[in-house]
C-alpha cells in the first residue's frame, strides 16, 4: 500500500518539480495514516521523516515498519540507502531549543529551488537548512522585491534574502542569534553570486535589537518575519514565546516598516491566535492554505499573513 502510493507520486512530483525548476521537494506527506512518514527528495538523496503514533510506539512495531518503507523508498525513489537519512519526529516539551545539532560532519550539498540554489545538509539537524514549505511565499518576496530595503528577522539560513537580492532589493538587512546560520546564509547568498556589501548580516536576538532601531533613521519597504514558535539561549536576554510575544514583535516591526510597507508574518505554532489589537490600522490578508505548495499534503504546516502599513505613516 505504501509503496504504490509512494510510486504514484513519485511519478507525478519528479514530472511537477521539473517545471516548476525544483530539485527538492516531497514527495509523501502521510498521505496514508498506517504510514506516518514525510518523505522528501533532496537532489539524489531522501529525507525520511517519521510520527510514530502512540500504538506503534506501545507495541514496539515501530522498526518493522521504518525497515518496510525504507525498503519502498529505496527501490521506488532509486536511492542508494546509505543516502537515506532517518529523523524521528516525537511531541517536544515546550520550550524545546531551535534548530539543535543532532550529528557532526555530515556532507552539505547544493539544491535548487526556482532558478535559485542553496546548500542543505540532512544528517546535522533536524532542519536541512532550507524550510520548503515557504517556497511559495519565498517567490512572492522575489516578486515584490525590486528597489526595497528588505528586513529578513529570525532569517535562519537566509533564503529569504537570496530571494529578495535576486529580485533586486535596494538593500538587505538578515538578522538572527546564531553565526552558524548567518554564516550559512552568506554562503546561500554567495553559491548565487549575491555576496555584495548592501547585503548585511546581523547576528542579534531579534527582538531587543528591532526596538532599538525604532529612532533609527532606516525604514524597511518589505520585511519577513518567521519566528519560531518557543525560543530560548544563553545569549537571548530572556525566553521567546511567539503566543505571548507577538503583539510586542509586531509594534517593533510597525516602527520600521516604510509607509505602505509589507510585512509577511509566519508561524508553524498551530495554536496559534493573531492579536486583533496587534494589527490594527494594517491591512490584513491571511495567505494560508494557499501559501503551502501542492508536494504538502498536509496544510496544517504552517500560517502566514501578509500586512501591509498604511500610505499615510506608521499608525
Not at 506527506?29 to 537532489?43: F, T
Not at 494594517?282 to 505548495?293: A, G, H, K, W
Request: charged share 25%; glycine share 6%; proline share 5%.
Amino acid at each position: 500500500m505504501f509503496e504504490n502510493r509512494l510510486r504514484k507520486n513519485a511519478r507525478h512530483f519528479r514530472k511537477w518539480a521539473r517545471a516548476r525548476g525544483l530539485t527538492c521537494f516531497r514527495v509523501y506527506d502521510r498521505d496514508i495514516p498506517e504510514y506516518p512518514y514525510a518523505v522528501d527528495l533532496y537532489g539524489e538523496r531522501v529525507q525520511l521523516v517519521e510520527f510514530p503514533r502512540r500504538r506503534a510506539l506501545q507495541t514496539g512495531t515501530v522498526e518493522e515498519q521504518r525497515e518496510e518503507v525504507l525498503a519502498a523508498v529505496a527501490a521506488v525513489l532509486e536511492v542508494a540507502p546509505e543516502h537515506i537519512h532517518v529523523k524521528t519526529h516525537t511531541p517536544q516539551p515546550w520550550g524545546r531549543k531551535q534548530y539543535e545539532r543532532i550529528g557532526q560532519g555530515s556532507e552539505r550539498f547544493v539544491v535548487e529551488e526556482q532558478g535559485l540554489k542553496f546548500w542543505v545538509n540532512l544528517g546535522d539537524y533536524l532542519d536541512t537548512g532550507l524550510f520548503m514549505d515557504h517556497r511559495l511565499t519565498r517567490a512572492r518576496v522575489r516578486e515584490e522585491a525590486r528597489g526595497q530595503h528588505f528586513l529578513n528577522l529570525f532569517a535562519y539560513t537566509g533564503a529569504f534574502t537570496v530571494y529578495a537580492a535576486a529580485g533586486g532589493a535596494a538593500r538587505t538587512v538578515t538578522v538572527d542569534l546564531s553565526n552558524t546560520y548567518l554564516d550559512w546564509a552568506e554562503e546561500n547568498l554567495a553559491l548565487n553570486g549575491l555576496a555584495q556589501a548592501r547585503h548585511t548580516l546581523i547576528r542579534a536576538d531579534v527582538l531587543p535589537w528591532l526596538e532599538a532601531q525604532r529612532d533609527a533613521p532606516e525604514r524597511y519597504g518589505l520585511v519577513v518575519c518567521d519566528p519560531p514558535s518557543f525560543s530560548t539561549s544563553k545569549r537571548m536576554s530572556g525566553t521567546f514565546n511567539v503566543q505571548r510575544d507577538h503583539p510586542r514583535l509586531l509594534a517593533a516591526i510597525r516602527a520600521v516598516l516604510a509607509p505602505g510597507g509589507v510585512l509577511y508574518f509566519s508561524t508553524n505554532f498551530q495554536g496559534f491566535a493573531l492579536s486583533d489589537a496587534a494589527v490594527r490600522g494594517l491591512e490584513v490578508q491571511e495567505l494560508t492554505p494557499d501559501s503551502i505548495p501542492e508536494d504538502f499534503q498536509r496544510k496544517e504546516i504552517h500560517r502566514c499573513w501578509r500586512m501591509v502599513a498604511p500610505r499615510g505613516g506608521r499608525p
